[in-house]
């Protein structure tokens, strides 16, 4: 199957699978958010341009001897950090009230935000990024000032991190994120063993997850080989096995066809190339300042950089929801082709596309930047004739 989206195929017009008050109450909610996302993205530019058009960086780092480059480096960048944090800490609130006033029809209103969701966490995940972002910004600089090679050392860096946090995943993060326990309901497992066994797998270790919702279906698998679990959200376990069944197919096609370990690859593909765009840019800076003095990773320099990388991540980051989409088909052939059709699988799909408040008829750009089909398209595939999967 392709990776674009936006198809104009029969059946993939939204208005017949969704009510006009679900459309629009939809459309509302997320050109709402699009606006904020948008206002965040645009002041976050606008700190990294006056941290150049200024000089801002110049002044802070003029205290710090030359020799001190690593403090000179995390100077600068918790500065663009601290500046750019009031409008991210709006935004997000922002998102928060949004997101809470627009519960779609048929969903459990949560209510108002508390304070934790409109401050704790915003800071929290603020002091993560800053705290990863710059031992990231370090790493690199230390290893660009070593040898003309750095992006190979950083790539295989990034290829070994990787890997080693999907096996540490379902142990490590998933306990505190998703708040799983092991599902040891007889039936239960017993149903998931068998769905199993007719897609030509093993029994996999299953958990429940406790903590809230989890991904578009309610379910995803997490790790390789004898660490690969399947979590799923709690609701689902305890609800309809019909429900259980969809969810299930679908995981296990992703894992049937290597999902994981192709997304894997595919991230670290782009990574690899956006750290090549990142040389080349070096290169550039070093023939420009050939014979000069001019210090390449010179931390005034970082702002620009910085708004090099978030180019480079942008690009990377549509290249990856593509091929997210085309897993997120592939998966859904695969459960139809194991369940025999795919009705209860697209009315498992529209209930929570609903109650969770997707972009029902999004954009062609915000189709473009999503991680899954649009919704239309994407029950229209799951009624339309079975295709044959690929497989791994």
Same mark, same amino acid.
């Given at each position: ?21 679900? =459309?629009?109450? @939809?459309?509302?909610? $997320? /050109?709402? +958010? *699009?606006?904020? #996302?948008?206002?965040?993205? !645009? %002041? &976050? ?34 500065? =663009?950090?601290? @500046?750019?944090?009031? $409008? /991210?800490? +709006? *935004?997000?609130? #922002?998102?928060?009230?949004? !997101? %809470? &006033? ?34 990231? =910004? ?6 660009? /000032? ?247």
């Amino acid at each position: 199957m392709g990776l674009g989206t936006g198809r104009r195929m029969p059946g993939a017009d939204p208005e017949r699978w969704f009510g006009a008050s679900q =459309l629009a109450q @939809a459309s509302a909610l $997320h /050109r709402s +958010l *699009a606006q904020v #996302r948008t206002c965040r993205a !645009l %002041a &976050d530019a606008a700190v990294l341009v006056l941290f150049l058009a200024l000089g801002l960086a110049e002044h802070l780092v003029r205290p710090y001897p030359q020799a001190l480059w690593t403090d000179r480096v995390l100077v600068v960048f918790v500065a =663009l950090e601290a @500046a750019a944090l009031p $409008h /991210r800490l +709006l *935004a997000g609130a #922002r998102e928060q009230w949004l !997101l %809470a &006033d627009g519960v779609a029809e048929g969903a459990e209103r949560t209510g108002e935000p508390g304070l934790g969701r409109l401050v704790v966490g915003p800071i929290a995940s603020a002091v993560v990024r800053l705290v990863l972002g710059g031992l990231l =910004l370090l790493c690199i600089s230390a290893v660009a /000032r070593a040898t003309p090679w750095w992006p190979v050392v950083v790539s295989v860096v990034l290829a070994v991190v990787s890997m080693a946090a999907a096996v540490l995943y379902p142990f490590v993060v998933a306990p505190v994120v998703d708040r799983v326990v092991r599902v040891n309901d007889p039936e239960v497992l017993a149903r998931i063993g068998e769905l199993a066994r007719r897609a030509g797998l093993g029994c996999p270790t299953v958990l429940a997850a406790v903590g809230g919702p989890i991904g578009d279906e309610g379910a995803y698998v997490a790790g390789f080989g004898r660490a690969r679990r399947l979590v799923i959200a709690a609701d689902v376990v305890r609800g309809p096995t019909a429900d259980l069944d969809v969810v299930v197919a679908h995981e296990l096609g992703h894992w049937k066809l290597g999902h994981h370990r192709r997304a894997t690859t595919a991230w670290l593909a782009a990574a690899a190339a956006a750290l090549a765009f990142l040389a080349l840019a070096d290169l550039l800076v070093r023939t420009l300042a050939a014979g000069g003095d001019f210090d390449r990773l010179d931390p005034r320099l970082l702002p620009l950089w910085m708004v090099l990388a978030v180019g480079a991540g942008a690009v990377s980051h549509l290249v990856l929801c593509a091929v997210s989409r085309s897993h997120e088909r592939d998966a859904d052939a695969f459960a139809v082709g194991l369940l025999g059709d795919g009705r209860h699988l697209a009315a498992h799909l529209r209930r929570v596309m609903v109650q969770a408040g997707s972009d029902l008829a999004p954009s062609r750009w915000r189709a473009l930047s999503r991680d899954h089909p649009p919704p239309a398209e994407r029950l229209a595939d799951l009624l339309a004739p079975p295709k044959e999967p690929r497989d791994a």
